[in-house]
């Protein structure tokens, strides 16, 4: 569902639909001629957000998408992702805004965890590369797989590491639970010379991991993918 407002040139509400009510606690004769940033936005982003809606008022030339958290009567915070146009009068004479929000607070939690996991893996697999004891290393890794499947919507989750030289195999660092460990077997028992390699980490999405280069991530709308590689 979307969430749609109107503002005069004062930045005060003249129109709202029930989502936006439904979503934030209000009641429509709460918020209607009340001060959008005053009620709605948080009191450490108000300032800049009403800076950004003052300029288009006053030049006449709108910013079309922009995303900003939005305050509910609780409290809650919730990340929007708006598209704006002004309003003119007959005359062209610039009256107001409007603006039609989807809530992206989920997608951007997924991200934030995503981007978490990733972190962890990049450390922990600096961590088992520069440890010479495998043993030490699988201490390390532990619960990695079924950590990052925690933190993200993935359904399973395998962590591999490919060797750069003969005989090119792969090292599973972390699996997660779900996954069978015949399964991992048969990928690691597989050579994955230069290019398969290339074609692997190119049909994957690219994750940057410091200093050790880059790597894929294979998320669901990728799994087809993978049985041409794996």
Same mark, same amino acid.
């Given at each position: 569902?979307?969430?749609?407002?109107?503002?005069?040139?004062?930045?005060?509400?003249?129109?709202?639909?029930?989502?936006?009510?439904?979503?934030?606690?209000?009641?429509? $004769?709460?918020? +209607?001629?009340?001060?959008?940033?005053?009620?709605?936005?948080?009191?450490?982003?108000?300032?800049?957000?009403?800076?950004?809606?003052?300029?288009?008022?006053?030049?006449?030339?709108?910013?079309?998408?922009?995303?900003?958290?939005?305050?509910?009567?609780?409290?809650?915070?919730?990340?929007?992702?708006?598209?704006?146009?002004?309003?003119?009068?007959?005359?062209?004479?610039?009256?107001?805004?409007?603006?039609?929000?989807?809530?992206?607070?989920?997608?951007? %939690?997924? %991200?934030?965890?995503?981007?978490?996991?990733?972190?962890?893996?990049?450390?922990?697999?600096?961590?088992?590369?520069?440890?010479?004891?495998?043993?030490?290393?699988?201490?390390?890794?532990?619960?990695?797989?079924?950590?990052?499947?925690?933190?993200?919507?993935?359904?399973?989750?395998?962590?591999?590491?490919?060797?750069?030289?003969?005989?090119?195999?792969?090292?599973?660092?972390?699996?997660?639970?779900? +996954?069978?460990? %015949?399964?991992? %077997?048969? +990928?690691?028992?597989?050579?994955?010379?230069?290019?398969?390699?290339?074609?692997?980490?190119?049909?994957?999405?690219?994750? $940057?991991?410091?200093?050790?280069?880059?790597?894929?991530?294979?998320?669901?709308?990728?799994?087809?993918?993978?049985?041409?590689?794996?």
């Amino acid at each position: 569902q979307l969430i749609a407002f109107m503002l005069d040139t004062q930045g005060n509400l003249t129109f709202c639909n029930d989502f936006l009510l439904l979503m934030t606690g209000w009641r429509r $004769e709460d918020v +209607i001629g009340r001060n959008w940033f005053e009620l709605f936005i948080p009191a450490d982003q108000r300032e800049g957000i009403e800076n950004i809606f003052t300029g288009m008022i006053s030049h006449g030339k709108i910013t079309p998408h922009m995303e900003n958290e939005v305050k509910t009567r609780t409290g809650e915070r919730r990340l929007i992702s708006w598209s704006n146009t002004l309003l003119r009068d007959p005359q062209g004479e610039v009256i107001g805004t409007t603006s039609i929000g989807q809530d992206v607070t989920e997608r951007a %939690e997924a %991200e934030q965890r995503t981007l978490a996991s990733m972190q962890q893996l990049e450390t922990l697999t600096a961590l088992a590369t520069a440890v010479k004891d495998s043993r030490e290393a699988d201490k390390l890794l532990v619960g990695l797989a079924d950590a990052i499947t925690n933190f993200t919507d993935y359904r399973s989750c395998v962590v591999l590491l490919f060797a750069d030289e003969p005989p090119y195999e792969a090292r599973c660092l972390s699996r997660s639970s779900n +996954i069978p460990a %015949e399964y991992v %077997e048969l +990928i690691c028992a597989k050579s994955y010379p230069r290019p398969a390699m290339r074609r692997l980490l190119e049909s994957g999405v690219h994750i $940057e991991v410091g200093e050790l280069g880059f790597a894929a991530d294979y998320p669901p709308s990728h799994y087809y993918l993978l049985d041409r590689h794996l």
